[in-house]
């Protein structure tokens, strides 16, 4: 399974950026996919997630400005990241949680992640 996370960069507060998380060897449409995030100094924490039905859930601070999709014909899964503050300096990870192609084992799987740099 490789999960290549892609979008990361340097962005002035208050600016927009879209990640991209295209997956091989697993398929998103069929399994739990989300995206994380790790600030330097803390904890990884959740962005947001997507269930196998197109449910979402995100971080309550988060709702209002980020949202996840999914491409179910790309397998590709998407974060829009709106009116991006400092605090959302973080390294973003792509995550699948679910069955790898031709495996019977659940697993949890990630991307390499990606820079995210928010400037004031």
């Known amino acids: 399974v490789q999960l290549q996370a892609s979008g990361g960069g340097l962005v002035q507060a208050g600016g927009s950026l879209t990640l991209s998380c295209a997956a091989s060897?697993?398929?998103?449409?069929?399994?739990?996919s989300g995206w994380y995030r790790q600030a330097a100094g803390k904890q990884r924490e959740l962005v947001a997630f997507m269930t196998v039905d197109g449910s979402t859930k995100y971080a309550d601070s988060l709702k209002d400005r980020f949202t996840i999709s999914r491409d179910n014909v790309a397998n590709t899964v998407y974060l829009q990241m709106n009116s991006l503050k400092p605090e959302d300096t973080a390294v973003y990870y792509c995550?699948?949680?679910?069955?790898?192609?031709?495996?019977?084992?659940?697993?949890?799987?990630w991307g390499q992640g990606t820079l995210v740099t928010v400037s004031s």
């Open positions: 995550n699948a949680e679910g069955y790898a192609e031709g495996s019977r084992s659940k697993n949890n799987y």
């Open positions: 060897g697993i398929i998103f449409s069929i399994n739990h």
